[in-house]
């Protein structure tokens, strides 16, 4: 397995992230080698420093001292990657280093060939039938090449992830970095996901992963374990397991909530709204959504109606299997109705064809995601510039001056040419929303946009949607969070597959903080669009 000169070499490697508290170490002193082969499990709890070191690793992130040494394995060459500039390191990981994600990053615009691909276009070597080609073996190889064509809301989680494996392999790298790939799938599909590493190491690819999963141990070549930034290999017993008492020392245990936006300050823009001749944008008329399975139907809407006009600002509650994520696939045309129509824009959705709607879905609809879904190996300015360049919108030379305009809209001019990695977590939700406007959809669908952000970057999202709709756009919004409807025109609550309410204005009078309201378990995509 493992040969005398290591692929990689970090040599007392720092990281050191400064904040308004003060500064904050997340990695001390690191030296591991990592070797040709190798599948390498660093497993520790959540904020431990697992994500950082593998950004180390990748380049995706600077370190604060210290030297990354990467070895070729083909002719022995050393390149010390921590010296690299941020254009070095993006040629040097689109050829070496290939990275899966726990929330798989697919876009939901493309069909899963067109996700595969991404990589080589981006790192200048995509070849139309050949890079194609190449991706349908890769799905082929990760077992789901029969679903190649569909996009990623038509397949199950382990499949994305199973798609994710195939793009990061597509540029053929040494090192495949997989942070948690199982950490959202059920034990059968978890295996599944580990077998197909397995095979690739059986071919010779290293892989470094990323678990708090400690029965993972043992199925691993190496196990490094990380506790507060210092990484240490721990002792196994006689079956490959973790000892007790390093097994309690990395258990992973803290669940982070929410931020609340009690703080937050709403710029006085709706009242503008009001004196706005309303247009219509949406409306579904009876739409009625069952599903046949084993047990049975299970009818998912009972006869929605619902009209939403250009400009809308509207909030979407409910518990958990009440209909929003059900609702939200009939409005981006993911999903078929059972019966009823969707009209947007004026259009039937429905009668168009399945590659019909996802060119409509990606020029017409705005999406931003609670975890940004921001291309880590892109820079701000590229990942703002990708959803143009596969719709094929706007002339390619204008392309980078209307990213430029996007992100200098959300604040973030001077951080264009950065990768999201060096950004907050507040920049890199802005990020997002300049990159759903990139081909001036007149509906964007934000997915809990608060939900990981503290108040003051909270308080600039609102805000920002609040802009927006004062210049026409309509925004839906999911949130599990009552508190934030009191930002928003309209609440739509949903129950059992049944619209209980429909508030033209938010009560402001309303105890937000309600145990009635506070049961509502809000975590649905939303994805609303009109035709031209």
């Known amino acids: 397995m493992t040969q005398s000169k290591p692929l990689f070499q970090l040599a007392d490697v720092s ?3 400064t904040t308004g508290a003060g500064d904050f170490t997340a990695l001390d002193k690191v030296n ?6 190798e599948f390498l499990g660093i497993i520790g709890k959540s904020g431990a420093g697992k994500s950082t070191l593998l950004n180390m690793i990748s380049g995706v992130s600077t370190i604060t001292s210290g030297e990354v040494i990467y070895t070729d394995p083909a002719d022995g060459s050393s390149q010390p990657i921590h010296a690299l500039d941020q254009n070095q390191l993006a040629t040097w990981r689109g050829k070496n280093v290939g990275i899966v994600y726990q929330s798989f990053e697919l876009l939901p615009m493309l069909n899963l060939v067109d996700n595969v691909i991404l990589p080589q276009d981006f790192a200048g070597f995509f070849q139309r039938w050949k890079s194609r080609k190449l991706a349908q073996e890769l799905l082929d190889e990760v ?7 569909k996009i990623p809301a038509h397949i199950s989680g382990g499949q994305k992830q199973r798609v994710a494996i195939a793009r990061a392999l597509v540029n053929d790298p040494q090192v495949i970095v997989a942070d948690e790939p199982t950490g959202s799938l059920d034990t059968k599909t978890s295996d599944r996901i580990f ?3 397995e095979k690739l190491v059986a071919r010779g690819k290293t892989v470094v992963m990323v678990t708090h999963d400690m029965n993972l141990a043992d199925r691993f070549d190496r196990v490094l374990q990380i506790v507060d930034g210092v990484v240490t290999t721990p002792e196994l017993d006689e079956n490959g397991k973790i000892k007790a008492a390093d097994l309690q020392a990395i258990s992973n245990s803290d669940d982070d909530e929410a931020e609340n936006l009690k703080g937050v300050k709403l710029d006085p823009i709706i009242s503008e709204n009001k004196k706005r001749k309303p ?3 949406i409306r579904l008329d009876d739409v009625i959504k069952t599903y046949v399975g084993p047990a049975g139907e299970f009818t998912a809407l009972k006869g929605i109606n619902l009209d939403f006009n250009y400009g809308d600002f509207v909030a979407i509650v409910g518990k958990s299997g009440s209909g929003k994520s059900t609702l939200l696939n009939m409005l981006t045309g993911i999903d078929h109705p059972t019966s009823g129509t969707v009209t947007i824009g004026g259009n039937n959705i429905y009668d168009l064809t399945e590659s019909e709607r996802a060119q409509w879905r990606g020029k017409n609809m705005g999406i931003v995601f609670q975890f940004f879904q921001l291309l880590p190996t892109l820079t701000m300015v590229e990942n703002t510039m990708l959803p143009m360049d596969y719709t094929n919108m706007f002339d390619p030379a204008e392309r980078y001056d209307r990213a430029m305009e996007l992100l200098q809209m959300v604040g973030l001019e001077e951080e264009a040419h950065k990768f999201p990695d060096f950004l907050s977590t507040g ?5 997002a929303i300049a990159r759903s406007m990139a ?15 503290d108040t003051k970057s909270a308080n600039t999202i609102i805000n920002l949607f609040n802009k927006l709709s004062a210049d026409g756009k309509t925004i839906l919004i999911v949130t599990h969070d009552p508190g934030l409807t009191r930002f928003t025109h309209r609440t739509i609550t949903l129950a059992d597959g049944l619209v209980v309410n429909r508030e033209d204005e938010p009560d402001l009078s309303v105890d937000h903080n309600s145990s009635e309201l506070q049961n509502f378990d809000l975590a649905d995509k939303p ?3 009109p035709g031209d």
């Open 15 to 17: 990281k050191v992230f």
């Open 32 to 37: 591991i080698d990592i070797y040709p082969g």
């Open 143 to 149: 077992e789901i090449g029969e679903h190649s064509h």
């Open 195 to 197: 077998k197909i590493f």
């Open 279 to 281: 247009e219509l944008a």
């Open 427 to 431: 920049q890199q939700q802005s990020a």
């Open 439 to 453: 081909t001036d959809p007149s509906i964007i669908v934000a997915d809990e946009p608060t939900g990981n952000l």
């Open 527 to 529: 994805l609303p669009m």
